[in-house]
């Protein structure tokens, strides 16, 4: 089934350590983008990339960093540098062919605790 | 703040009734977004609404979309249990890169 696949869904970490969350999809869409969601909030965009090896910092990268070494794969590292790291993340990729023209495509998240 | 804001915040109806649910925003959009979120679980997209389109449907929804007051609805006819969830807007500016901004959403609860 074509989708994206966000693994861990629970993590729990301690404070000072790094963690990486992953996310795969295999729908072929170029964009991606990581989104961070805190109680009954909404969405808030961390980083984003429009092709591999090429990414950009959305509203709120302090803390954060990420890769795109393959169009499938956009991996999150949330860095001990982040001060209030626990929240529901969220990846997604596009459908559109020009950034923001089509429908988002979201994982089910990952839930991070910092312990 | 670009980003769209749902109303209301919580909206709690009974089963077969209808449910209205409206997102203001602030600054020119090339289109809209309707998404659903069910406790826990990630964003499911509902509809697009380009900015040069004032209506669409899909099933039970109906989005209408109005630039001149910067706002956009979404109506849930005929409600089921099975609604309740999350409902966000998202905005794709013009002036944005193409990023879609959300707004903190409305908690529908649909009673059966």
């Known amino acids: 089934d074509g989708g994206i696949t966000q693994s861990p869904k629970y993590l729990f970490r301690k404070e000072g350590q790094n963690v990486t969350l992953s996310c795969e999809q295999n729908?072929?869409?170029?964009?991606m983008y990581w989104y961070r969601q805190d109680p009954g909030q909404g969405l808030r965009l961390i980083y984003y990339?429009?092709?591999?090896?090429?990414?950009q910092k959305g509203d709120i990268a302090e803390g954060y960093s990420v890769s795109r070494e393959k169009k499938e794969s956009f991996p999150l590292t949330v860095t001990s540098a982040q001060k209030n790291p626990t929240a529901f993340y969220l990846c997604?990729?596009?459908?559109?062919?020009?950034?923001?023209?089509?429908?988002?495509?979201f994982g089910e998240g990952s839930r991070l605790t910092v312990l | 703040s670009q980003q769209g804001e749902e109303d209301p915040q919580a909206l709690s109806i009974q089963e077969g009734e209808n449910a209205t649910m409206n997102c203001s925003y602030k600054?020119?959009?090339?289109?809209l977004q309707w998404y659903r979120q069910n406790s826990g679980r990630g964003l499911v997209h509902l509809i697009l609404?380009?900015?040069?389109?004032r209506e669409k449907h899909s099933g039970r929804l109906r989005v209408t979309l109005d630039t001149s007051k910067k706002s956009s609805s979404l109506l849930i006819t005929a409600s089921r249990a099975a609604d309740t969830a999350s409902y966000f807007c998202?905005?794709?500016?013009?002036?944005?890169?193409?990023?879609?901004?959300f707004g903190d959403g409305t908690t529908l609860t649909v009673k059966p």
């Open positions: 600054t020119s959009i090339n289109n």
């Open positions: 998202a905005t794709v500016f013009n002036t944005n890169a193409g990023k879609s901004t």
């Open positions: 990339s429009q092709i591999v090896n090429d990414f």
């Open positions: 997604a990729s596009n459908s559109g062919r020009a950034l923001g023209t089509g429908e988002l495509f």
């Open positions: 729908l072929n869409h170029d964009a």
């Open positions: 609404i380009r900015s040069n389109e």
